[in-house]
């Protein structure tokens, strides 16, 4: 199964005109680690990936690709 966070996280950003300066501080981590998140280049932990489903509204399943639902 492919892990789609990185697309998905920047899909909702996007869907809500945010920044990644203001979703990274709305979930209390640093820039340049949300930019990450959003390039692939590491996936959120489990806390984060919480933090960031709640920000977006959506389930942790959904952020990981595991279901299509929100």
């Not at 892990?3 to 920044?19: A, D, H, P, V």
């Not at 709305?26 to 960031?52: T, V």
């Amino acid at each position: 199964m492919e892990i789609l966070i990185k697309e998905r996280i920047r899909e909702l950003r996007q869907e809500l005109g945010e920044t990644q300066v203001q979703v990274a501080s709305a979930i209390g981590i640093a820039e340049a680690h949300y930019q990450k998140y959003e390039r692939g280049a590491s996936y959120p932990n489990l806390a984060n990936a919480w933090k960031l489903a709640d920000h977006f509204g959506v389930s942790i399943d959904y952020l990981v690709g595991r279901s299509d639902e929100r």
